[in-house]
């Protein structure tokens, strides 16, 4: 787990076609996916090398992924559009 940034998501809004999607954008690889199982993972040993650069968060669909920045109390939400929309 990251000591200054957390990031969460709604396993249930993020397709596989987005975890891999996600996977290919994060330019400090911190997204995996999994086609068996849970379908995005996010790596906690990575995730403080975040550049909050906002790519996964245009992509993935409102709402469904959150950047957390513990130093300062502030949560980055997606902005994307819906899977099937
Ligand atoms: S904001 Fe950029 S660096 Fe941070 S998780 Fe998203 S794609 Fe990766």
């Known amino acids: ?6 990031i969460s998501a709604d396993e249930n809004a993020i397709t ?3 975890a891999r999607k996600l996977t290919s954008l994060c330019p400090v690889d911190i997204f995996d996916f999994d ?9 906690p040993e990575q995730e403080d090398e975040c550049i909050l650069c906002r790519l996964c968060l245009d992509a993935a669909p409102a709402g469904s992924l ?3 920045k513990l130093y300062k109390q ?12």
């Open 35 to 43: 086609d068996d199982g849970q379908p995005l993972i996010i790596k």
């Open 1 to 6: 787990m990251g000591i200054f940034i957390r």
């Open 66 to 68: 959150a950047i957390h």
């Open 74 to 85: 502030e949560t980055l939400v997606s902005t994307g559009q819906p899977a099937n929309g």
């Open 16 to 18: 596989q076609d987005m």
